[in-house]
């Protein structure tokens, strides 16, 4: 089967950096693929990765090793505004998005 | 210009009732998709489109009726909804669904009450 695994929830304090992982068992690959959501909203696109490594965008990083099935989003200097939740994806062979159930994301102040 | 546009935000509607949801992306995409969100919980993917038609529905009950009427355009029919139905319902798209680098881009989404 297909399975996406990543923590239920996390806490960070505000100016801190956070990494949420993801690990992954999928039918093919073919690119694994971050969003966040604030509650009640749609999920907006982060980041995408299909070769190994760290993918840098401003405050938020994704890497991604494809032998071990794993990936991290990194949040550096943590805003109240980062308080959502992440949710990871990956593109099987059928190139459909498989969903894992999301980790969401506290910031204190 | 990466915007998906989903009418209306908020519906709530009877079990006899029929109703539709419309989505609009003028990003020149070929792919759209319906996906239906409880809270708490991922996105399912309901129903996929590439260059106008239905390439996957993913065994969704026949209450729920997809229309792609052009390029820009993605329906969903409503008609008979059981209260479990309540959900958000995303529109989303992309390039044209086949290409392993795209992106797909959400709209606001459709809060949904069957009563």
């Known amino acids: 089967g297909q399975n996406i695994d990543q923590p239920t929830e996390m806490t960070a304090t505000e100016g801190a950096i956070v990494q949420i992982n993801c690990t992954y068992q999928?039918?093919?690959?073919?690119?694994l693929f971050w969003y966040q959501q604030h509650a009640g909203e749609a999920p907006t696109f982060l980041s995408y990765?299909?070769l190994d490594g760290l993918e840098e965008k401003g405050r938020f990083s994704s890497f991604l090793s494809r032998s071990k099935g794993y990936s991290y989003l990194l949040l550096k200097e943590l805003q109240m505004k980062d308080s959502a939740s992440y949710l990871c994806?990956?593109?099987?062979?059928?190139?459909?998005?498989?969903w894992g159930a999301g980790t969401k994301l506290i910031i204190k102040p | 210009d990466t915007e998906v546009t989903q009418t209306p935000k908020h519906l709530v509607m009877g079990m006899t009732n029929k109703k539709s949801l419309k989505c609009e992306q003028h990003?020149?995409?070929?792919?759209m998709y319906w996906y239906k969100q409880k809270a708490k919980k991922p996105p399912e993917l309901m129903f996929v489109?590439?260059?106008?038609?239905?390439?996957i529905n993913e065994s969704v009950p026949s209450r729920f009726s997809p229309e792609c009427p052009n390029s820009s355009l993605l329906n969903l029919h409503l008609h008979a909804l059981q209260p479990e139905d309540s959900a958000l319902y995303l529109c989303?798209?992309?390039?044209?669904?086949?290409?392993?680098?795209?992106?797909?881009?959400f709209g606001p989404g459709t809060r949904l009450l069957v009563l």
């Open positions: 489109y590439s260059y106008e038609k239905l390439s």
């Open positions: 994806a990956v593109r099987d062979s059928n190139y459909q998005l498989i």
């Open positions: 989303a798209s992309s390039q044209d669904g086949l290409g392993t680098q795209e992106t797909q881009y």
């Open positions: 999928t039918s093919g690959f073919n690119g």
């Open positions: 990765n299909v």
């Open positions: 990003m020149g995409h070929r792919a």
